[in-house]
């Protein structure tokens, strides 16, 4: 599906009545070539499940699912299917070729995405989602890669290869765990029953990395971004990108709630939801800036087996103006109809006045309210009374700060100690985020010996990290840097209780050796060797573990030499 063409001698002329042009790409699923009908001339994306695989049941099966699911759908944001054949035992299906690039491409060249583009894009996977719900089709397996952009912005998924199509087939609602680690939910990790609430979290993921630049969870190994999946907590978009609207960060952590029922219902409502956060980012920047041509896209009709089901009515196609005149006038003679009051609001002007009025009264209410400073005040310490995050944040650069700036002598004394707490948890933040591996050069002298003490720390040195912690402890010793020595100060603290844990997870090896010297007392010597081996087997790479080892070692060579 990708735009990037090879030609290698081993292409394959032709498959059913496609002339093979290229290669587009290949995956756990088969192969996927450019080609050409050879009567048409039309242009295809042709996915091949090759004679290897076809002898796999399993293969088989998801193949001919991805099909099914395709031929179910009909809508301008999901890849249409042409048709499906087997060609000399090669099974193959032809769809829509698709100008442009997958969104992975997209993020690994900008980085990171405008919240505005963020959430055209999500608008229209809203409507392929849409789509796919309404037929009985749950993808389970939304991500970057799985999304085409054509070059005039147009969103088309594609790869339905693990989807469950509940319509047609009496495939199992739970079993192995299908998806990919970074943008999978958390019912899907544990192998339950997924719905299209799980294809909701894993939009919410793939708008938090169009955000930030970064899945919500990462990790060294898939089971350890799994269990973030399921016990961790992510940071607010708005911790690393402050400039997106309030609502936008509030519709993507709803939408990466470890809680099904507590995600939106469906794509629909999502889709709203984005459209009103639109509407209330012009509302709220001035009253003469707002747009009354609508906002998003129309949600697509949905063509299920021959049947066209239309969007609800009132979405997308009517401009906000339109709906609003319209509502108003519909509530007015609701409660006139009949009285020569009715007709007074018939009026043209009457309505436009009223109209006029509504928007007035929509830029109040999404403007903040004027607050005085001791509000101000109260406002800022409410919000420090949350968990650590973005609400501290706001605290400082909404309340804290402008106080600071606009009477120091005043304030000074009542936010320090506000301010004092906020910068630590962005520094601690900040070193524990890890942004100063991703920037690959400390930005100071501190920052370079967390970095280092940070990388010894991952490593399983904990006594050389330590040892850079304690020193640095010294360095800090003065007023301008209390900040900086007080992180370094619970870095130390939080060492010492990961060592306390960490001791229990060698009670194994602790009574293992004490097992051994049993052994040694009542003669049965080969039964000591093999436990002396088989812990520094176990543990030789381990640095936290290096005492066993090398108290293994000197049993081992002590019975040796008894011997």
């Not at 194994?508 to 040694?520: E, G, K, M, N």
Request: net charge negative.
């Amino acid at each position: 599906m990708e735009t990037s063409v090879t030609n290698p001698s081993s292409l394959p002329p032709q498959i059913g009545p496609y002339l093979i042009e290229g290669k587009l790409g290949a995956g756990g699923m088969g192969t996927v070539y450019k080609g050409r009908h050879k009567v048409t001339g039309s242009l295809a994306a042709v996915k091949v499940l090759p004679p290897t695989l076809a002898r796999e049941d399993g293969f088989v099966e998801r193949f001919n699912r991805e099909i099914e699911a395709l031929r179910k759908l009909e809508n301008p944001h999901v890849v249409k299917l042409f048709d499906s054949g087997v060609d000399e035992e090669t099974s193959y299906y032809a769809m829509e070729y698709v100008e442009g690039e997958t969104l992975t491409q997209t993020l690994y060249r900008e980085k990171r995405l405008p919240w505005r583009q963020v959430i055209e894009i999500s608008l229209q996977i809203c409507s392929a989602l849409k789509a796919a719900h309404d037929a009985g089709i749950i993808h389970r397996d939304l991500k970057p890669s799985n999304l085409m952009i054509s070059p005039d912005g147009t969103v088309k998924l594609t790869d339905f290869g693990v989807a469950q199509v509940f319509a047609a087939s009496k495939l199992t609602v739970t079993g192995g765990i299908i998806g990919t680690a970074e943008y999978m939910s958390p019912e899907q990790t544990q192998g339950q029953r997924v719905t299209k609430k799980s294809d909701l979290y894993s939009l919410g993921a793939v708008m938090y990395v169009m955000i930030t630049g970064r899945p919500p969870f990462t990790g060294k190994t898939t089971i350890d971004i799994i269990q973030k999946h399921r016990f961790s907590q992510f940071d607010h978009p708005r911790t690393f990108v402050p400039e997106i609207p309030s609502w936008l960060d509030e519709i993507v952590c709803t939408l990466l709630d470890k809680n099904p029922d507590k995600r939106f219902p469906d794509a629909f409502v999502l889709s709203r939801r984005l459209n009103e956060v639109l509407m209330k980012v012009e509302i709220s920047s001035g009253p003469h800036t707002v747009e009354l041509t609508g906002a998003g896209i129309d949600l697509a009709p949905t063509v299920v087996a021959g049947e066209t089901k239309r969007p609800r009515s009132g979405h997308g196609g009517a401009g906000v103006g339109t709906m609003m005149r319209n509502f108003l006038r519909a509530e007015i003679e609701s409660e006139l109809r009949g009285t020569p009051v009715s007709n007074f609001f018939s009026n043209t002007i009457v309505l436009v006045v009223s109209f006029v009025l509504l928007i007035a009264g929509g830029f109040w209410w999404f403007s903040p309210r004027q607050l005085n400073s001791e509000q101000q005040f109260d406002a800022g310490v409410e919000l420090m009374k949350h968990e650590p995050g973005t609400d501290w944040v706001r605290a400082k650069s909404e309340f804290f700060q402008p106080l600071l700036a606009a009477d120091p002598e005043t304030w000074q004394e009542r936010v320090a100690p506000y301010l004092e707490q906020i910068e630590l948890y962005e520094l601690k933040s900040t070193f524990t985020r890890k942004t100063i591996r991703k920037a690959g050069v400390a930005r100071n002298e501190i920052e370079r010996w967390l970095k280092l003490a940070k990388n010894y720390q991952e490593f399983g040195d904990d006594t050389r990290s330590e040892a850079i912690l304690t020193s640095l402890l010294v360095l800090l010793d003065d007023e301008q840097n209390a900040v900086q020595k007080k992180l370094v100060e619970e870095l130390l603290i939080e060492l010492s209780n990961q060592r306390s844990e960490e001791n229990d997870r060698y009670e194994l090896a602790h009574s293992s050796l004490a097992q051994a010297d049993t052994f040694v007392g009542e003669g049965k010597a080969q039964e000591a060797v093999r436990i002396w081996q088989a812990l520094i087997v176990l543990y030789e790479d381990d640095p936290q573990a290096k005492e066993f080892v090398d108290l293994a070692r000197q049993k081992l060579v002590s019975q040796e030499s008894s011997e």
